[in-house]
């Protein structure tokens, strides 16, 4: 193998690198994502492939491919759902394809050299629209029996109190899943609870206030949770949220009181490689498959 191939495929767009041996990029490509259409959708991820060259290919799905049945469940883009997405490629490409939830990918970036790197135990998060996450053992991607390890947004919010009544209703079926209150349109949608004012994520962050700190409080809580079952040495965060800064100072501070611990030596970090780990991390799954 000469190039290790990656291809991140999300909702809006679908971006392709290749890495040579050194883990320099030599290739880079991004492209609107076909919307809706599963055979163009396929047609667009080889032709990447393709254009990337010969080597090892990797791909980041917003989903994951159930263990039991080979086929996409979960994904965002509806039209992926069912369908034998590995295997087509495969046949398509006639090359080996390993194929990973996104943000798996994004947390083994920053595992390998990234905000994670050199730790044992690294769980990545992306809040944005959603809220993914994704687990790091020993250098290697923990996908588990259900393929679902790391997917905490649909765990309900720990310690519901107050101001997180009523639990809202989330897209999934249940209600007070993590991700109604940590994604953006969560914070939106708090916001505009408490004071009546519809502000994007981004202009609340900038504003902090009261909205901001019961955000960092959710927050706490529910990383919290992690930290007692998972114990990493390293928690990266990725998406949009990421880039409010006064979560790295302000989270851990809050954290302690939910850990069952003298001490919390777990840190938050933002990730170093930005949009571009999920596409990083592609490209190494196959050096660093679960
Ligand atoms: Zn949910």
């Not at 809006?12 to 991004?30: N, P, S």
């Not at 209600?175 to 009546?196: F, M, V």
Request: proline share 5%; hydrophobic share 40%.
């Amino acid at each position: 193998m000469t190039l290790r191939i990656g291809v991140d495929l999300g909702g809006t767009k679908i971006e392709a690198i290749a890495l040579d041996r050194q883990g320099r990029e030599v290739f880079r490509k991004r492209i609107p994502s076909p919307q809706g259409s599963y055979p163009a959708t396929l047609e667009a991820v080889a032709g990447l492939v393709r254009e990337a060259g010969e080597g090892s290919v990797g791909v980041g799905i917003p989903g994951s491919i159930s263990r039991a049945t080979g086929l996409v469940k979960g994904a965002n883009s509806t039209w992926l759902i069912g369908k034998p997405f590995r295997e087509d490629l495969e046949k398509i490409l006639q090359r080996e394809v390993r194929m990973e939830n996104d943000a798996n990918c994004f947390a083994l970036s920053e595992a390998v050299d990234g905000a994670g790197s050199g730790a044992r135990v690294v769980f990545g998060v992306i809040i944005g629209t959603g809220v993914g996450g994704g687990i790091v053992v020993d250098g290697r991607v923990l996908t588990g029996p259900n393929a679902i390890a790391g997917e905490w947004g649909h765990n309900p919010l720990p310690a519901p109190d107050g101001d997180d009544f009523p639990l809202p209703q989330c897209y999934c079926g249940r209600k007070g899943c993590i991700e109604t209150y940590l994604s953006g349109p969560g914070l939106s949608r708090d916001h505009e609870r408490a004071t009546g004012k519809r502000l994007s994520a981004e202009d609340i962050v900038a504003l902090g206030g009261e909205t901001l700190a019961r955000y960092q409080d959710r927050f706490a809580r529910s990383l919290a949770s992690v930290i007692n079952t998972l114990d990493p040495d390293v928690i990266v965060l990725g998406g949009g949220m990421s880039n409010a800064a006064s979560l790295y100072a302000q989270v851990p501070r809050l954290w302690g009181r939910h850990v069952f611990s003298d001490q919390v030596a777990t840190r938050l970090a933002k990730a170093m490689h930005g949009d571009s780990s999920g596409v990083r991390g592609a490209a190494w799954l196959w050096d660093h498959a679960g």
